[in-house]
Nanobody
Framework: QVQLVESGGGLVQAGGSLRLSCAAS????????MGWFRQAAGKEREFVAT????????YYAGSVKGRFTISRDNAKNTVYLQMDSLKPEDTAVYYC??????????????????WGQGTQVTVSS
């Protein structure tokens, strides 16, 4: 099975930055896209950002656009999320996800086939 492992979460003050990483392993990895979702306490999981694997096209939720940047390293089967100008409302568990097949959709949880265990991001102040 494909395993996705997130890292890089932690505690940061408002206005600070964090860089999340997600590495895929377990089998020869192939995906149409990889993305990030987050789930705050008491809320549903929501889309954050995604990037297509071959073309590198990116999509962002309006709440993070201009502050977060998604990127990928195809050779390492790894996706990154650079988070700048963090706000307390960014506090959540961040999940990495991989979209295996082309479905012409990239922003809903149901379109992704593999999920990581999540990494906690806490923004104080």
């Amino acid at each position: 099975q494909v395993q996705l492992v997130e890292s890089g979460g932690g505690l940061v003050q408002a206005g600070g930055s964090l860089r999340l990483s997600c590495a895929a392993s377990g089998r020869t990895f192939s995906a149409v896209a990889m993305g990030w979702f987050r789930q705050a306490a008491g809320k549903e999981r929501e889309f954050v950002a995604t990037i297509t694997w071959s073309g590198g096209n990116t999509y962002y939720a309006g709440s993070v656009k201009g502050r977060f940047t998604i990127s990928r390293d195809n050779a390492k089967n790894t996706v990154y999320l650079q988070m700048d100008s963090l706000k307390p409302e960014d506090t959540a568990v961040y999940y990495c996800a991989a979209k295996r097949y082309y479905t012409r959709s990239y922003v809903t949880t149901g379109e992704y086939d593999y999920w990581g265990q999540g990494t906690q991001v806490t923004v104080s102040s």
